[in-house]
């Protein structure tokens, strides 16, 4: 096995061969602070400490100690995949490297990785908790065992920290390719005709194959992706669909089942879409995340409503009590949604991204980085318990944020999407760079005329609406750069400023382009308005109607019951907004007026009776940031708050504009 | 061990030894007709040799005959708790011959208790499932294990059999005594201090202590209700409130965690608080019932809104998409309300129980008796695939009814509630008989002078409203006779028509009381409104906000797809009701006017468009029962309906009397 790199790539989780946009790497964009920067820093600083410190008492990083030496099956601990939590880990240590070059982290990262080296078998085979004398034999609980699912975070850890660190001598790429080569002579032609209950194989094998041009990854990646939906997993409580074994990818209409396999499977299958030119299995993906956003996805870009098979509910099943919207579920959205973006240049999928990261996978980790949510539920009842700082949580819908769970995917999930997140925020193609994400960041790339170009971007986002876009290399012939308007901006306002003029104008949503001979020094400013706004749901959204959220700008509100007190009962069940009220600012947060409901009577519940307190006063009260949520002890919470029986308010239609851009 | 019968008991699931009421058994009540006549028909033609057949081909039945030999532990099959579905069974045989002295009947029941018997083992111990050399030691797995449980519906079989029959030389009796004391002997004083993970051998050994004046039985009832929240149960994912051991039952104020094991573990308590005179205990159990059904019950008194942990929620999280509503729950429900009912004579917990048999145990047995619903949804978003006649479901939320499950408890539960329902029909206390449930029935039984009462009850309900009472024996001084008005029975109109007069007036909710020195011939007629009406929920229950359900009489209604073809669209999820629509009957149906919503765009779905087509034609379309849904192939299904944006409507205030009554 020679070791074959094609071209340096950019140092970023997905490189596609081809579509629309392509990624700029952490070499290209770098987050320099802002609402994320400051993340990336508690997640280098704690979370990633947090996490190998946890991985070490668990146990689940001496499992390959133990496999390296003869302590299995017997002191074996963690659950069937805690192996994959030691390579997210790696993961986030090699993209934290590429960011940080910090030597305390490259020392950590080589010692993992060569007690995981150690537990490899001689064929290739790595895990910890199969294949040994008193373990299940190898591959003989797909449904399961996650074998291939830790086999391709492995892999994918492999290809981070080659895509990082190109040609490092510490051995981890070996070691995937070792683990992959295994996987395809096993499943490939002749082999078993099985996939992996928990996808995550496909994703992993198709980046090594961006990676190493080798094709039977590509291959073998194809493999497993066309073999869902034939039923070669057993039918389960849940039935098929769990695993996306119900239906072919290319035939199925939306995602469904466990919402983390869902997003991976589609991710990976987008991805052997682009690689393999299959336009029709890109298109039936295309389709199938159009349905889930519309249909399937939680205000927050959240997803998954079932807590029994951590699942998507069917269409418009969106209980915001019962969200389980797992952590990771939105990152496998944002895996997902990246590599459609990637492929069709549609910025509705960087409008989503958006939203699931500010209000998914902010919400997880507590400002420390140490705690984290599992599930992101929408609407807490009562209030929670305060979790154990030491302790291992049992329960992944704990109602406060825990420093670790029995299944602990999110942390290292979280962990790596923040210290590879500077990928995500700035794409380019022939003719310029998209600026998709905003955040106080340098951009600097080269075109495909072979001409550097760079610019810095200064913002308060979302604190405040204004990003200014400052060129600092790039003159000779016009080239285009590119804004995102979200969605939800109406009303944003574009101005560039070039040393021969200045230029003001209302843009839709969308991409906005500005093609100019920049110089450095040239401005592009956008002013996105930040105005508090009504949202409503769509009416087929039973588990919501008759409610309303409060969003301002890419974040979503919620109330929460430690802001009610003493201005409100206090009871967030009784509470509904006031007729045709507007949500308005006062001292750095957002407040809306709402009335009491009731009151009720505590007899049968279904006996008509409608509670509008009739001329009760309305009272202002401050709503919180999602994201920021159950960080001043135990609360309830809800983010749809009734509508009173008035008609629904609304923001006034006509948004205007900040101060100084009128 | 002698067998000390204390009084020759009625033939009925629960005799307390006080109370306000006390039941009258088969002995004294027969229903001889109608809705529930039918389904105890069927049940003893069909539904009875159906779960037999299962359980021998399911291999749960061989399990004892295995045990009796040397087949265990590798031939075993079943779930750890499959011994209870036979002795489920065996109840459930009890009750039915002791209606019909079937004698095919009373032969499967000996040959049933004669292969049980050989299992048990020399000191009482029985259970398939645990103690032999390869099996789990006795009591080792009291979470999960079920083995008390198993021991309390074998209890509960010979409590049912000796009441049924007297002295019968079965056997089953001694059987259950041996494990009953056993039991005692073990988890007694100096034994374990723990419970069972499932609820239930509590309300048997109170049973089995009622049935032969053995106080152990009561004290060791005692001693596990009381030993419930102290947590001698593991920490799970869902909390120590899934069994009930979070919280001492007389701290509790509602109940929580698995809906079955609440309520078993509440009735057990109950009889409990009734034998030992604890009135602390009791009032604490009517303070959970009273805001459970106010917060925690279904329109159709289903209980249970949790698939994972098939739990309660927090007060008010009711889903109807996601009502898991489990059979079981709702029979277990109707123990625990029996119970209080004849403890406090309080006639809302006969109207609960006249809800929940109409729409959760009516509901779950297909019209042949052979298929059940094992969760009971109240809104189903997607047709379901019709189980194979012969095959297991692994899936308890089934859409469809399915014949047999993986876990089944339900089928053997609705056949020992249906066999036993007569029941459940009317009570006596010193100075008259209470008539609770209607259905055509006679019945006979001594009051507190010793005289003989008897009457019979013609009705065609709840298809009519009109029941009479016509007194066959009983002249001599003043009784009572009492009936029950529902809570939903707006305008009832009571007739006593005796030889020397003819009365008639309007009569409020509760029991309204007849004291007369009937003779035969008198009658006393009641006229129970049955127009549809519409229900509105409580503004606090957040998932059904905006909706309205139709019900007639006890009976919950539903709109059903099947119904709706090529009358409206067939979209349930696109319908509303029409402002202002009153439901009304046509062709033995009701029907209501609904309207289109929409249109709808297919995008982001918290946009704020609200759906009201302006202008759109009504179209009136028939509902369904609820308890008859999903008989006519794959379907979708609602019980709660968007009510358009118009106000809610409402039926007429002023219900008018049915004809001849005016």
Redesign the interface.
């Known amino acids: 096995m020679t070791m074959q790199i094609t071209t340096p790539a950019p140092q970023a989780p997905a490189v596609p061969g081809r579509g629309r946009f392509r990624p700029l790497g952490q070499n290209e964009v770098r987050i320099t602070g802002g609402f994320w920067g400051e993340r990336q820093a508690v997640n280098g600083r704690n979370t990633l400490a947090h996490i190998e410190a946890r991985l070490e008492s668990e146990g689940w990083l001496p499992n390959f100690d133990l496999a390296a030496g003869d302590g299995l099956p017997e002191r074996r601990r963690g659950r069937e995949f805690s192996d994959s939590e030691v390579y997210k880990y790696l993961e986030a240590l090699a993209w934290e490297i590429g960011r940080t070059d910090d030597p305390a982290l490259e020392e950590r990262f080589r010692a993992v990785v060569a007690r995981v080296g150690r537990a490899q078998e001689a064929d290739g085979y790595l895990n910890t908790h199969f294949g040994r004398p008193g373990q299940k034999p190898r591959w003989s609980d797909l449904e399961w065992g996650h074998e291939l699912y830790c086999a391709g975070h492995l892999i994918q850890a492999a290809v981070a920290r080659e895509r990082t660190r190109p040609g490092s001598d510490d051995g981890l790429l070996a070691i995937a390719r070792s683990a992959a080569d295994l996987v395809c002579d096993e499943f490939g032609p002749g082999g078993h005709v099985k996939i992996c209950g928990h996808a995550e194989i496909e994703v992993a094998l198709a980046e090594l194959f961006r990676l190493t041009g080798e094709r039977r990854y590509i291959d073998q990646a194809r493999v497993f992706v066309e073999r869902h939906g034939r039923g070669t997993l057993r039918?389960?409580?849940?039935?098929r669909k769990y695993f996306q074994d119900d239906i072919a990818v290319r035939d199925a209409d939306v995602l469904r089942g466990h919402a983390v396999r869902a997003n991976y499977l589609a991710a990976g299958a987008t991805d052997v879409a682009v690689e393999t030119h299959d336009a029709a299995l890109l298109k039936a993906l295309r389709r199938q995340w159009?349905?889930t956003?519309?249909?399937r996805?939680y205000?927050t870009g959240g997803q998954g409503s079932?807590?029994?098979d951590e699942a998507f509910?069917?269409?418009?099943?969106l209980?915001?009590?019962?969200a389980y919207s797992e952590t990771c579920a939105g990152i496998g959205s944002i895996m997902f949604t990246w590599r459609l973006l990637l492929a069709s240049g549609d910025s509705r999928h960087a409008?989503l991204i958006e939203r699931t990261l500010y209000n998914v996978v902010a919400t997880s980790p507590a400002p420390d980085g140490r705690a984290f949510y599992y599930a992101n539920t929408l609407?807490q009842?009562?209030p929670g318990t305060p979790a154990d700082a030491h302790a291992t949580s049992?329960?992944?819908s704990s109602s406060l944020r825990a420093p670790w769970f029995?299944v602990s995917c999110c942390p290292p999930n979280v962990a790596r999407t923040l210290a590879s997140l500077d990928a995500y925020v700035a794409t380019k193609d022939d003719d310029g760079v998209q600026l998709l994400q905003y955040a106080p960041s340098i951009v600097r790339t080269t075109l495909s005329d072979g001409r550097t170009v760079a610019f810095d971007v200064a913002t308060d986002y979302p604190a405040d609406g204004r990003v200014t876009i400052t060129i600092t290399e790039g003159a000779g012939a016009p080239w285009t750069l590119s804004a995102r308007v979200p969605?939800w901006a109406d009303g944003a306002v574009l101005r560039v400023v070039t040393a021969d003029s200045t230029q003001q104008r209302q843009v839709p949503s969308g991409l906005v382009e500005v093609r100019h001979g920049f110089r450095p020094g040239d401005l592009v400013e956008l002013e996105l308005p930040m105005k508090p706004r009504?949202?409503?749901?769509?009416?087929?959204?039973?588990?919501?109607?008759?409610?309303v959220?409060i969003e301002r700008g890419p974040e979503v509100l919620a109330l929460e019951s430690v802001d009610l007190e003493p201005t409100a009962s206090g009871d967030i069940?009784?509470i509904a907004v006031a007729p045709g009220a507007v949500p308005f600012e006062r001292d750095g947060r957002v407040w809306i007026a709402v009335v009491p409901?009731g009151p009720?009577d505590?007899?049968?519940?279904?006996?008509?009776?409608?509670?509008d307190a009739p001329g009760a006063a309305s009272v202002d009260v401050p709503l919180v940031r999602y994201h920021d949520w159950a960080q001043r002890g135990p609360s309830t919470m809800r983010v749809?708050i009734?509508a009173s029986?008035d008609?629904?308010p609304?923001a006034d239609a006509g948004l205007p504009l900040g101060d100084g851009w009128t």
Chains 1, 2 share one sequence.
């Open positions: 039918d389960i409580e849940w039935g159009d349905r956003a519309a249909r996805t205000i079932h807590h029994q509910g069917e269409d418009w099943e209980p915001p009590d019962r409008d609407h009842r009562v049992p329960r992944a029995e969605d009504v949202s409503s749901p769509d009416d087929r959204i039973d588990a919501i109607r008759g409610c959220a069940a009784r409901l009720f505590d007899g049968w519940p279904y006996t008509g009776s409608r509670a749809w009734p029986s008609s629904a609304r």
